[in-house]
């Protein structure tokens, strides 16, 4: 199976700040990425898909980045309601496995 | 509106065997994979088993092969989960999730269920 290794496994930031969360493949899954956002109690949420496209709804502050095995995911300037934990997926090879998740907290 | 619900969580004994049910509606229910992803408390998203549009292609991962088996009714909407021989460790939530392309299951999941609660206790 493919391993997918998100850092950090936690970060801290103040509203407006540009954040970024990285993915790291354990082999190149070309640009077969997703990131999701999960809030507490709730389903997770898809952001971007195919590393870089961004889901039908989701702010444009959000962006992804990144092919073959490394990935990021960055907000451009943070908001309150960013407050989550973010998981990334890759979706290139069976099983789609999920990173660890990021938890994202403001300040 | 893709709506996905899940049902028949609850509290199980080791042992025993229990169905999930997801109700899908809003959009081309034969024109999508499936997917349960389960996330134990406090954990991360696991995948458990996904299946294809037409049911011909199912996928189980390794925890629950032999255990568990999904499979889909095209004339109900419906996506279900059969979970046999239940352990402390399959505890967790259970979401039932759609595949974001048609006709695909190696795909991101764009639209998920609100999850049903599987607890295994003696």
């Known amino acids: 199976d493919i391993q997918m290794t998100q850092s950090p496994s936690s970060v801290s930031a103040s509203v407006g700040d540009r954040v970024s969360i990285t993915c790291r493949a354990s082999q190149d899954i070309r640009r077969g990425l997703a990131w999701y956002q999960q809030k507490p109690g709730k389903a997770p949420n898809l952001l971007i898909y195919?590393?870089?496209g961004l889901q039908s709804g989701v702010p444009s502050r959000f962006s992804g980045s990144g092919s073959g095995t490394d990935f990021a995911l960055t907000i451009s300037s943070l908001q309150p309601e960013d407050s989550a934990t973010y998981f990334c997926?890759?979706?290139?090879?069976?099983?789609?496995?999920f990173g660890q998740g990021t938890r994202l907290e403001i300040k | 509106q893709a709506q996905l619900v899940e049902s028949g969580g609850g509290v199980v004994r080791p042992g025993r065997s229990l169905r999930l049910s997801c109700a899908a509606s809003g959009f081309s229910f034969d024109s999508f994979g499936f997917y349960w992803v389960r996330q134990a408390p406090g954990k991360g998203l696991e995948l458990v088993a996904g299946i294809s549009f037409d049911g011909s292609e199912k996928y189980h991962g390794d925890p629950v092969k032999g255990r568990f088996s999904i499979s889909r009714d095209n004339s109900k909407n419906t996506i279900s989960l059969q979970m046999n021989s239940l352990r402390p460790e399959d505890a967790a939530v259970y979401y039932c999730?759609?595949?974001?392309?048609?006709?695909?299951?190696?795909?991101?999941?764009?639209?998920w269920g609100q999850g049903t609660l599987l607890t295994v206790s003696s």
């Open positions: 999730a759609k595949a974001l392309l048609r006709w695909e299951l190696l795909s991101p999941l764009d639209y």
């Open positions: 195919a590393a870089i």
């Open positions: 997926q890759q979706t290139n090879t069976f099983p789609l496995t």
